[in-house]
């Protein structure tokens, strides 16, 4: 299993990422998917949720600005986010857990979000 992120870099504030998850060797029908972001000396944070029954759920600090969604038949989750601010820089993974065996888990590599002011 492997899922691998990408679309992370750098932009300014106010500007837009899409990120994207795309999972091998598992189906995203039947996970939910997470993104998680981690900051330099903080803790990993859950950004946004995407369940595989269709819901989104998000943390208060992004929402109105960030979008997660996903193409099952592509296997991909995304996370565009919009009116990007410094505070967002981090490291961002993605995460997909079954929705039943929620012991089968994982994680992807991370990919780096830098917003400048």
């Known amino acids: 299993v492997q899922l691998q992120a990408s679309g992370g870099g750098l932009v300014q504030a106010g500007g837009s990422l899409r990120l994207a998850c795309a999972a091998s060797g598992i189906s995203f029908s039947y996970y939910a998917v997470n993104w998680y972001r981690q900051a330099p000396g903080k803790q990993r944070e859950l950004v946004a949720t995407a369940t595989n029954g269709g819901r989104s759920n998000y943390t208060d600090s992004v929402k109105g600005r960030f979008t997660i969604s996903r193409d099952n038949a592509r296997n991909t989750v995304y996370l565009q986010m919009n009116t990007l601010k410094p505070e967002d820089t981090a490291v961002y993974y993605c995460?997909?857990?079954?929705?039943?065996?929620?012991?089968?888990?994982?994680w992807g590599q991370g990919t780096q979000v830098t917003v400048s002011s």
């Open positions: 995460q997909a857990q079954h929705m039943v065996v929620q012991d089968h888990l994982y």
